[in-house]
Structure formats: structure tokens, C-alpha cells
């Protein structure tokens, strides 16, 4: 299931981009690139939505 979600990327003064997002809590991502940024960034949200996915179908 694709999900589509904004990130924000920002060059930092080290000369690295760091990706966040608003619309998935804890999305933050370093790269050297954009294209590695945004790639670094999927990987991480998939594990974010997963991660949440396994918390709501544990039980209580």
C-alpha cells in the first residue's frame, strides 16, 4: 500500500540535506544528496508506518 506524505528537505550549513515531514511524526532523514535524502526518506517512513501498524494490532 503506497502512502503519500510531504517532506521538507533543507540544505544544511554542512553541506548535507535533512528531510522532515509533518505528515509523519519522527521522519527525519540525512543524505548527501537530494535524490539519496528522499530515497533515505522512504525507507525511513516505511518503517515509521510499520512500526505503528505492529503497535495498534497488539493487544492490550
Known amino acids: ?7 521538507h ?12 515531514s509533518e505528515d509523519i511524526p519522527g521522519l527525519v532523514a540525512q543524505g548527501r544528496t537530494i535524490t539519496e535524502t528522499v530515497e533515505i526518506s522512504r525507507d525511513v517512513a ?3 508506518l510499520e512500526a505503528k ?3 495498534h494490532k497488539r493487544p492490550i
Do not use: P
Not at 500500500?1 to 517532506?7: D, F, L, T, Y
Not at 528537505?9 to 522532515?20: F, H, M
Open 46 to 48: 516505511k518503517k515509521l
Open 53 to 55: 501498524t505492529e503497535r
Open 9 to 20: 528537505i533543507e540544505k544544511l550549513q554542512e553541506g548535507v540535506y535533512l528531510a522532515t
Open 1 to 7: 500500500m503506497e502512502h503519500i506524505a510531504n517532506i
